[in-house]
């Protein structure tokens, strides 16, 4: 054999080992990848699986304590669950949240859908009370409004909207989610995060539950600074029963006349029909959240808890 073919049959021996090699990765690469994906793909099923069991026993918990007549944090249903091991690498964790002890954003307008100037101006003070700019309130009062007229110079509908890139129109529509302040022009997602915990989009008619309302809300309702920079103090009235009863939340107001707007505006109750529950189910590495929003109601075989939305992540 020549040298030049001895070298030739070397390339071509070296060549079909990398070859060989280059296959034998990509087989090992590929398997391990599928592997992986199914390990994921039943991490994810059984993450799946914990969620809906945590859902059901939320749904059970808001059952048992519906016979007590009123719905207040001392209760089961207000206590977070976990970080709870239910076996070697399965960990859930879930918390609810009482929707009508939050400022209903779909009230800021009436029957009609025309703007309720008095809303409004509640809504204002717990933007106050939270350290937000008061004139967001117009914004979302004319976002959700029927009309195409700004509510006053904070107002905003598609003259605006209209203008800016990309061009977009108002709702003029009852709220579906508060994530829609995100719609307003320059609210953005700080705002957002400030409120959140004090907003939701619920039916017009749902009322206020005084047992559950946040510090920032009563004083909202109250047009005082009672609660807002006292949270402890209300956490404390708040150990055993409900607070404020409607009696004491009555007995706050100097101006009876303010009481009664509340009372017609929002409405004012003990007890509470709506609640969302967030759940974060861990298989291994795998996770997977829920949020749930459960509807209780009140039926002549009992009363019922209804998963009416579910949003996931995983
Ligand atoms: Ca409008
Ligand atoms: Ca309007």
């Not at 076996?87 to 009609?112: C, P, Y």
């Not at 933007?127 to 195409?148: C, F, K, P, S």
């Amino acid at each position: 054999m020549s040298t030049r073919s001895r070298g030739a049959a070397l390339l071509a021996a070296l060549l079909l080992v990398a070859l060989a090699t280059a296959i034998a990765y990509a087989i090992t690469f590929d398997t391990g990848l599928t592997l992986r994906r199914a390990a994921g793909a039943s991490g994810q099923d059984q993450a799946q699986l914990l969620a809906g069991g945590v859902e059901a026993f939320a749904a059970d918990v808001l059952v048992r304590d519906r016979p007590s007549g009123t719905t207040q944090l001392s209760q089961t249903w207000a206590q977070p669950l976990g970080p709870l091991e239910i076996s070697g690498d399965e960990v859930v964790t879930a918390a609810m949240d009482d929707l009508q002890g939050r400022f209903n954003l779909n009230a800021l307008v009436d029957a009609q859908g025309k703007i309720d100037p008095f809303a409004v101006s509640v809504f204002e003070n717990l933007l106050r009370n939270v350290g937000l700019e008061t004139r967001w309130a117009a914004a979302i009062a004319d976002w959700i409004d029927v009309d195409d007229q700004a509510y006053d110079q904070n107002g905003a509908e598609d003259a605006l909207y209209t203008t800016l890139t990309p061009a977009y129109r108002a709702a003029n529509r009852a709220l579906v989610s508060p994530s829609e302040l995100l719609a307003l022009h320059d609210f953005g997602i700080e705002r957002y995060a400030r409120i959140a915990p004090y907003v939701t989009a619920l039916p017009r008619s749902v009322p206020i539950n005084l047992c559950t309302a946040a510090g920032p809300l009563l004083d909202a309702l109250t047009g005082e600074e009672q609660w807002t920079r006292a949270p402890d103090a209300l956490r404390k009235n708040r150990e055993r029963n409900c607070f404020p009863t409607k009696e004491t939340f009555r007995l706050q107001f100097a101006d009876a006349t303010r009481h009664t707007r509340i009372v017609g505006s929002f409405g004012v109750a003990e007890r509470s029909d709506w609640f969302a529950l967030r759940t974060l189910a861990a298989v291994g590495s795998t996770e997977f959240s829920l949020y749930s929003l459960l509807h209780l109601e009140d039926r002549p075989e009992g009363a019922q808890a209804r998963v009416l939305t579910r949003r996931f992540a995983e």
